[in-house]
Structure formats: C-alpha cells, structure tokens
Nanobody, 124 residues
Framework: QVQLVESGGGSVQAGDSLRLSCAAN????????MGWFRQAPGKEREFVAA????????NYAGSVKGRFTISRDNAKNTLYLQMSSLKPEDTAVYYC?????????????????WGQGTQVTVSS
C-alpha cells in the first residue's frame, strides 16, 4: 500500500522557487528520519537532503546546499523541500523516503519506504 505521496512538482524557469511536499503514513513518519532523493533521465538516483526525526539535524548534498531547505511537520506527517534559485541541473524526478532510524544520511539503503516521485523541470 502507498506509504508516501509527493506533490508540488512542476515546470519553472531558472532562478524560480518551488516547494515539494510529501504526505506520509504516520507509522513510518513518526520517530524516523526522512529524506529527499532525485533522479534525472539516464542517471542514477542521488541524495538531496535528509532530516532527523525532530528536525534537529539536517544534511544536504553539496549541489543544493544554500539553495534547498528540508523541513518537516510531525503533527501533519508531512515532509517538505523548499527549493530556491533553481537551476536546469536540478531537473529530475524527486522522491521522498522514510528511513529506518531517527537519524539518517545520504545512503539510499538506509531508507525503507519510497514515494513514486514528482517531476521538477527547470528551464533556462
């Protein structure tokens, strides 16, 4: 059954902002770290950002640090990714994922549940 559902993707111009959301099942969201990954056509899935169970710790890929902000609302079981100063190289399908522990990082294998993804396209 569906555990994670992403939304908020779309087509924007370089320099624009976009906010992605991920609605999660409470059972896998509560007390677990969450992350965002992305995959461009013909490329391997790559880590974007992660956040600990209470939002106290965050990790970002070097390519998005300073431009993207990951956050979560535990009361709403929702994960967010605020993307600013978007670049064409940010174009990809973005996936949210739930980890197996309270704190996690960039290793995809550490995440037990994945959404189906939402497309983000940035035009120059």
């Amino acid at each position: 059954q569906v555990q994670l559902v992403e939304s908020g993707g779309g087509s924007v111009q370089a320099g624009d902002s976009l906010r992605l959301s991920c609605a999660a099942n409470r059972r896998i969201f509560s007390n677990n770290a969450m992350g965002w990954f992305r995959q461009a056509p013909g490329k391997e899935r790559e880590f974007v950002a992660a956040i600990s169970w209470n939002g106290g710790n965050t990790n970002y890929a070097g390519s998005v640090k300073g431009r993207f902000t990951i956050s979560r609302d535990n009361a709403k079981n929702t994960l967010y990714l605020q993307m600013s100063s978007l670049k064409p190289e940010d174009t990809a399908v973005y996936y949210c994922a739930a980890a197996r522990s309270a704190i996690s990082g960039p290793v995809a294998a550490d995440y037990r549940s994945w959404g189906q993804g939402t497309q983000v396209t940035v035009s120059s």
